[in-house]
């Protein structure tokens, strides 16, 4: 006697239920992804109860007859793979012909649809049961309606977040295909209230402001690169703007919003050791991709993509957004470097500052200190005219000084470290740092995990301009550090970056990562400390260098290294504006 049956229709509609229905945002995503294959111009969302009670979608796009419409609730019916074809190239957004039954499995589901030639249909759905078939007078498009979303799964809807934790998922969900297509309006409402109305935009930027606001709109810098069969346009947010979570990256390809490792790797690589490590930028990525060159058949709700070609995909989106970040050797002003949750008095504020920086403004002080002997290859003499002029040190840890456009306030920790950073490395990748050889070698005792780092990363040690040998048992001896380190103590260096390499790989690091870690570390154990003096010449250097970094405004660890007073917003303090 067989005990193997197959199951019936509404047991296996349940069942993909459970992965394609996760939570009320992503009723509204299938039904947003079907709205947006039909061609709609204009979609209205509207939810009741963060969308426990009721989830609508409702658009202006091809509609269907009553045979489609019937067919449409079938598991595996789609319009959107014809017979022959495969799943290569998939230039929809569905394919899989599973969310309108699967939705309808696991609430009070109606569907009204008319194709524009005035007959439309409506049928009632419960749970997964067709209870009527009616026939109605419709203009052209498709409602969708999910009521007492799992109803009849009580073990999913106890899994229910509260109301505005599934709201806000819903909310983040609408604004961010709000932002791949400009060209919609949409509208969501929420217990009768109106959260979303957004007009069409004539592009992304005019989109963004809409959503986050001209000011934001204003801070995050456009970009655009194509390569064969690879479009990649967005908008990326200062080193100096960033957010705790990732949420603030929102990655689109071929207009479907993914999460994918390989973008965001790249992402993480283009902004290198200008953000701080547990802190992401603002990232609009939308990522146009020949469809044959892209799984979309990956994640039950569609999620994740995987890319034929990894690795070019990565590196022209870690190039493009590099790009975009290397022309923004902007100094951010006070007002833009002041996070945004703040309040709002960025005037009296400004006010307040500037009087604290002019009355602590002492003569410059007259302890001349060169900052550290700097690696060879320092760049040739400035131009004519140096971009910013030192006025004074403040508190010995600021440097204040004018150029064009306003009054900069540079903490000269960070301002060296960033310059020491730059040149270290790009020595390191040539493999030219300069060494200098200890007339008295310091021997080390290491404890025996230091000492296993110490062999694993020699070859790197070595570039980095470390000469260490074995010297019996548990002792090294260091012959030579970095030029640049010349003035720390060798050992307390090198014990210091065996304990950055080996957090670094335990994280599953690459080399260059590890590079780029260790080098932070020596520029930061290097660079001028706060509280220490500078004469009028080092603060002028300093300026020099860091004007000639390539990213002069924030630290390798991610902290900013200097703002400006624009002149307007000095004029507008003292109401002269
Ligand atoms: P898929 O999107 O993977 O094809 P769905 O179950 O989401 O599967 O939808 C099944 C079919 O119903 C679609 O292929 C499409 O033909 C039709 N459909 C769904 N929603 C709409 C809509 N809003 N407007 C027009 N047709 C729709
Ligand atoms: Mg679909």
Redesign the pocket.
Known sequence: MGRIQVLDDQLVNRIAAGEVVERPASVVK??L???L??S?RRIEITVGSGGRQLIRVA?D????DRD?ALL?LERH????LGSGRDLEGIATL????????SIAAVSRFLLR?APGDGRGTEIDVRGGRIQAVREIGAPRG?S?EAASLFFNVPARRKFLKSQATELAHITRLVTRYALVRPDLRLRLDHDGKNLVDLPVASDRGERIEQIHGPEFRRKVLPFEATRDGLALRGFAGRPVDTSPRRDAQHLFVNGRLVQDRVLAHAITEAYGNTVPRDRFPAVFLFVEIDPRQVDVNVHPQKNEVRFARAGEVHDAVRDALAGALAHEAAVPTYGQLRPSWEGTAPVARAALRYLEVREGAAEPSRVPVAPASLLEGAEGEAAERPRAVPLAQYRDSYIIAQDDEGLLLVDQHAAHERVLFERYLAAAEENRVEVQRLLFPVTLDLPPHERVVLEEEAAELARLGFCVDPFGGSSVRIDGVPALASDLDPGGLLRELLGEAARTRAAAAGIEQLRRRLVTTAACQAAIKIHHPLNAESMQGLLDDLFRASNPTTCPHGRPVLFRFTLEEIERTFRRR
């Open positions: 299938e039904l992804e079907n709205s294959d039909a709609a658009d796009g091809e509609g269907m489609d449409a019916a789609t319009s959107k569905g394919f899989r012909g599973e969310a309108l039954p649809t498709t969708v």
